[in-house]
């Protein structure tokens, strides 16, 4: 969730738990397949909270899963304090397979699960670095969007939702226990990022008396056939519950926040906290799926972005109208319908052909749209993935051309193309639950970058524009490493943004609060994009005239969410020559 420039968000339900992958099994002997064992995780894990349940698998009889806890997960510290042995117990029982028994696809799902696992057992060590809370991207903000689209298959579903709207004070009440303990170890938000995370959460409890979760509700009431009587009943309930339980929870978080503003020991990046250079790099990693270093990354990124300045100076050299002609563009589509529409059909020589989806577009409520990200898809369940919602942020998103090309990033071919392709391919269960958010907001992000050119405009004109946003984003890039990692100050940040001819003081201070408020973000975006071009020249180098383009993004769908070191090492396994 980002655009003085702010960039769009796939949310993934399970950011609502600890990250954590937590098995039984303990020993180094097994009686069950691979196969089993995988199943065996995705289940455990999946049912670990109900938000993850109902998200993940629509219908979960299917599954073998008709008996569960409603629970929103568990936050509290006896809980954190057993991620550890868990991810040991999960690892150790992972590497009792023999590696060299397996099929392809099970290597693939074993090199993927081994980095999961001991990427999050690295980053266990540091429990009081990672933030739930943020102005955008916090769990407050996004825990009412999915209260918003939890969809009624059945009566049972909208008892398990009132159920989780009533446990929300208590699973806040260990959000901000965790927070207490952060301020005591020295590690609290700077009071800066606070206020944004207390004004996001008096943003939701504005107008309580036309709430959108009551209107949400009524909505989703309406598709079951319910007799009149229970229909009151229920309304009444989630009302009653609303105002009695989950907007409390949300004034006792703004009271609790309140008095720990003040507690924060570090206003500037992560770098400044004791190991928190340490921390960063493993955050980086967790979120890129890159293995360079830190430095390597940074020069990476301006090398980059020196290129796509030059290449823009010189179509500038060219077409001296070139810079006025995409400052006034004048470029428009009617709708969001009409704009993914269009997309479809502009991708099919470069892309695998998608099958028939829905996809409803809905929009974020006007009390919401400062805290939320321009546009974000919401990921289909693994068993309904035809069925799929994007929310546009009206604040930020029009029917202008970044309009169509955040669409483009959220719709096709981006993060809806890309999730329901991958499902296609049969990406493992398994592997639907872990986040590389290197591969999934690189793959947009790149596809962001490609859009420009499905847009209809003169080629050196979307080659500019394209340029232009990539280079852009790539100075997020650079001062996320610069003031998290390099230790920043906000004169480092007024310097460096001046050299590209940024000096507004007022704009960079906001860029620098974003940057701030989630370490790493915009990392994921940028330093993937840029993974998948050198995937891109790579495999382009290895096949010569047998490259193909649109075999190309196949292999990457087939091979799905992994660290680029891995999706690199499958790349020729899976990928089919032309003939």
Known sequence: MKRTLLFQKHIFPILLTLTIIISSFTGCTHKESFEDFTHSLFLEEVSSNTINLHYTIENPNAYGISMYNVSLGDFSAEARSRTTSDLRNSLKTLTSYPYLTLSTEEKLTYDVLEDYLNTQLALADYPLYQEPLSGSGGLQMELPILFAEYKFNSEQDVKDYLKLLSLTNEYFADIIEFEKEKSAAGLFMSDTICQTVIESCESFLENPEKHYLLATFENRLNTLNLSEKKYKQY???????????????????????????????NNMGLCHFPNGSDYYTLLCYSYTGCEDTIDQLFRKIELQRMQDLITSANLQSEDSTIVSQCTYLEWEMPDAATMLNHLKKEIQPSFPTPPTTHCEINYVEPALEEYLAPAFYIVAPIDNYLDNCIYINNAYVTNDLYGFTTLAHEGYPGHLYQTVMSYEYNLPEVRTILNYPGYVEGWATYIEMMSFDYAGLEENLSTMLSLNQAATLSLYASSDIGLHYYGWSKEDMYAFWSGFGISDTETIDKITQLILSEPGNYLKYYVGYLEFLSLQDYARTLLGDEFSLKEFHRTILDIGPAPFAILEKYFLEYYSPQT
């Open 235 to 265: 309304k009444d309930k989630n009302r009653q519950i609303l105002q009695q339980e989950l907007f409390p929870a949300y004034e006792t978080m703004i009271f609790e926040l309140e008095a720990l503003k003040g507690s924060g020991k």
